[in-house]
């Protein structure tokens, strides 16, 4: 069984800084794209950030030059450093994975339980 499992979380002040991980395990065969999303209440799921298997990255213009998204293919894991937190930040942030895995004849597209993110004011 696939499973991505987030950590990192939390609450933190504004201008603070976090760093989400995102570990996948099961019988992977491959990891193409991993990406972060985030959800805040009455809104609607929301990329913020994705990487490549050849590490190209691309952000939502709202986190540009504050979030970095990196991975480490050995770890299967995916990380997101969050720098200069502010309250419109909070969100419940998702990891997504584009994974081959044993017995499924093509990529799918898989998604961890959600973080809790609180930027305080």
């Known amino acids: 069984q696939v499973q991505l499992v987030e950590s990192g979380g939390g609450l933190v002040q504004a201008g603070g800084s976090l760093r989400l991980s995102c570990a996948a395990s099961?019988?992977?065969?491959?990891?193409?794209?991993m990406a972060w999303y985030r959800q805040a209440p009455g809104k609607l799921r929301d990329l913020v950030a994705a990487?490549?298997?050849?590490?190209?990255?691309n952000y939502a213009d709202s986190v540009k030059g504050r979030f970095t998204i990196s991975r480490d293919n050995a770890k299967n894991t995916v990380y997101l450093q969050m720098n200069s937190l502010k309250p419109e930040d909070t969100a419940v942030y998702y990891c997504?994975?584009?994974?081959?895995?044993?017995?499924?004849?093509?990529?799918?597209?898989?998604w961890g339980q959600g973080t809790q993110v609180t930027v305080s004011s």
């Open positions: 997504n994975a584009d994974l081959v895995v044993d017995g499924r004849p093509r990529e799918y597209s898989y």
């Open positions: 990487i490549t298997s050849g590490r190209s990255t």
């Open positions: 099961g019988s992977i065969l491959r990891i193409n794209a």
